[in-house]
């Protein structure tokens, strides 16, 4: 099975850097995603992580160590509409189903 | 990525009725997932509807309570059945994307038991 934990909120200042980490403990991995999910609404994908290392796409970035189980979502230059939840998700290695963490709610402020 | 088109978007439903939520992507898919996200909770994956075959229920869930239909590769529905208050959630598919393209969701249903 899995287990997946991140922080429950985070707050921020418009402008800012917050980094999200996400922490996770598996049977089996192929694959981290991270996603956006503002409230009332279906979560957008942000990120994918298979190898280790960074990946960076405009002001979001993430980055995965898969020998730690461990994994951070970056997001700079904060806006107001970045505050949604953060959901932190481990694709299952031999199946493509997707176990999520209880996500990260950002609140920033001006 | 894959374009999906859920329904209803909500639904206010009495105890002990049943209701349908129906799932069509915009392109063939060999996979759907079917998501439950109580209030203020993260996604919890119900099942993953195989086209031809039977669904693949997760811990905890069940094919009577949730049947699930798959007629072909680009269309799936979940039927939440018998329900209680404690069915009150967001219900949501998803299907798998292209290589390093994440899962696409549905829209999401809301539903309400009373």
């Known amino acids: 099975g899995q287990n997946i934990d991140q922080p429950t909120e985070m707050t921020a200042t418009e402008g800012a850097i917050v980094q999200i980490n996400c922490t996770y403990q598996?049977?089996?991995?192929?694959?981290l995603f991270w996603y956006q999910q503002h409230a009332g609404e279906a979560p957008t994908f942000l990120s994918y992580?298979?190898?280790?290392g960074l990946e960076e796409k405009g002001r979001f970035s993430s980055f995965l160590s898969r020998s730690k189980g461990y994994s951070y979502l970056l997001l700079k230059e904060l806006q107001m509409k970045d505050s949604a939840s953060y959901l932190c998700?481990?694709?299952?290695?031999?199946?493509?189903?997707?176990?999520f963490g209880k996500g990260t709610m950002l609140l920033v402020s001006p | 990525s894959a374009v999906i088109s859920q329904k209803p978007s909500r639904d206010i439903c009495q105890r002990g009725t049943s209701l349908t939520i129906q799932c069509q992507v915009d392109?063939?898919?060999?996979?759907m997932f079917w998501y439950r996200q109580q209030p203020g909770q993260s996604l919890t994956l119900i099942a993953t509807?195989?086209?031809?075959?039977?669904?693949?229920?997760e811990s905890g869930f069940v094919i009577d309570k949730f049947p699930i239909s798959r007629p072909n590769l680009t269309f799936s529905t979940l039927t939440v059945s018998n329900m209680s208050p404690e069915d009150s959630s967001i219900y949501l598919c998803?299907?798998?994307?292209?290589?390093?393209?994440?899962?696409?969701f549905g829209s999401g249903t809301r539903l309400t038991v009373v």
């Open positions: 598996t049977s089996g991995f192929n694959g």
């Open positions: 998700a481990v694709r299952n290695s031999g199946y493509s189903t997707l176990t």
């Open positions: 998803s299907v798998p994307g292209q290589g390093v393209y994440g899962y696409t």
């Open positions: 392109s063939q898919v060999t996979m």
């Open positions: 509807a195989n086209q031809g075959s039977e669904a693949t229920y």
């Open positions: 992580n298979v190898l280790d």
